[in-house]
């Protein structure tokens, strides 16, 4: 598939110089609640929601100054509250263009998670947007998840079907695993008798795989695979990723 173009840059115009010379506004505006309107539960008590970074008219870099017109891009990117002086990526500079909620379209995000890289990849119509480091499932085989309790991450499309905030994991973007070629999957090895049994019950096929964060930190710096089998990202990230990925997000996970 070929790599897509680079948003071309901005050039200022001279109304364009005008406005930037414009006094700040007295007030900070904040995000309203309808801007989360695509999360499937409440934010937790002290969860910030203001926004506060936006660039310098299409420079590549944020600062901490605001436009008299907060798109739905903008507004969406300042919530990340990404530091002043931080280099946009592409995806993040077109997530500042746009004018529209075609950004809170799950047919313009994706994730490709790389297990072999422990990394996350995060794209906004077809632009990279970040990335994040991951741990896996705990099995020293990282082979693809087979049945429940085999500890491994599974591998294979899948959709974010649900998006809920745990105490323990800040929040946990859960996938639609199993899914149809799991299933197809799991059924075939029943028929081999490949699947155990365990105290005289055979394993099922599992499920309530998702993305969330971390109660185990120093394991996730040290790229350490601890999970049941999810996808751990440490919790700055997880915020990130509840923030910008809707409910119907394309998640890709490979080898």
């Not at 997530?95 to 994706?110: A, G, H, K, V």
């Not at 099995?139 to 079907?161: F, Q």
């Not at 971390?214 to 996730?220: A, G, L, Q, V, Y």
């Amino acid at each position: 598939m070929s790599q897509p173009q680079p948003v071309a840059m901005r050039t200022p115009s001279a109304s364009a110089a005008v406005v930037s010379q414009a006094p700040a506004p007295a007030a900070t505006p904040k995000l309203m609640p309808g801007d989360h309107v695509l999360l499937v539960s409440v934010h937790p008590p002290g969860a910030s929601g203001s926004a506060s970074a936006i660039d310098h008219a299409g420079s590549g870099y944020l600062d901490h100054q605001f436009s008299h017109a907060m798109t739905p891009g903008r507004q969406l990117l300042a919530s990340l509250h990404l530091p002043s002086g931080h280099h946009l990526t592409e995806g993040q500079r077109l997530l500042m263009e746009t004018p529209d909620e075609s950004c809170r379209d799950p047919i313009n995000w994706s994730v490709i998670v790389h297990k072999s890289a422990y990394v996350v990849d995060v794209y906004y119509k077809g632009r990279h947007f970040d990335s994040f480091a991951a741990v896996f499932g705990r099995n020293p085989d990282h082979s693809a998840k087979e049945w429940e309790g085999d500890l491994r991450t599974p591998e294979g499309s899948y959709i974010i079907v649900e998006k809920y905030y745990s105490p323990r994991w800040r929040w946990f973007l859960r996938l639609n695993y199993p899914n149809y070629n799991d299933r197809v999957r799991y059924e075939a090895m029943l028929d081999e008798g490949l699947v155990p049994v365990i105290a005289g019950h055979r394993r099922a096929l599992g499920g309530s795989i998702g993305i969330h964060g971390t109660d185990r930190p120093r394991f996730n710096r040290l790229h350490i695979n601890w999970t049941l089998g999810c996808i751990s990202v440490d919790n700055d990230a997880i915020e990130e990723l509840e923030r910008i990925l809707p409910v119907g997000t394309l998640v890709i996970i490979k080898p």
